[in-house]
């Protein structure tokens, strides 16, 4: 019985470690496995992230992130860099000034908001439509499982 038992442990501690080995399996981003229709939606949110928060640290983060993300999607770049900054720049100028949250907290600009309204925006959609190659694709299924 007392054999029995220590069996038992033994193969539950080795069940959870093969568990927690097939847990972690997956390290790092997981942009490859998006479409890049995706990665070039989540790349533009990303720029313009940087682009608001260009004065701190999570600036700096979001702009090497929104680098790696143009390495997972296939897009014409060359056509499609001054249009992007162009959005970036036509969302963020936008005044979202709310008098009510004025008062309380002076300089407040919403860009997140305006951020995330140019990623729902028609207009990025139209970029993805216009400049990306084979938006259904991923880098992953393209590259890496051939």
Not at 67 to 94: G, H, Q
Not at 118 to 133: A, I, W
Request: contains cysteine.
């Amino acid at each position: 019985m007392k054999y029995r038992c220590l069996l038992l442990f033994a193969m539950l501690a080795l069940l959870n470690i093969k568990v927690l080995a097939q847990e972690s399996e997956h390290v790092g981003p997981e942009a490859g496995a998006r479409t890049y229709a995706q990665n070039y939606k989540d790349m533009v949110l990303a720029s313009c992230l940087a682009d608001a928060y260009q004065d701190n640290s999570a600036g700096s983060d979001i702009g090497s992130s929104a680098s790696a993300l143009r390495d997972w999607t296939y897009f014409d770049m060359e056509e499609s860099t001054i249009p992007r900054i162009n959005l970036v720049r036509k969302y963020l100028s936008r005044d979202y000034t709310n008098p009510l949250v004025e008062s309380e907290i002076k300089g407040i600009k919403f860009d997140f908001l305006k951020c995330l309204d140019l990623y729902h925006s028609p207009e990025l959609q139209g970029q993805v439509e216009k400049y990306v190659v084979d938006p259904d694709h991923t880098y992953r299924k393209d590259f890496i499982e051939k």
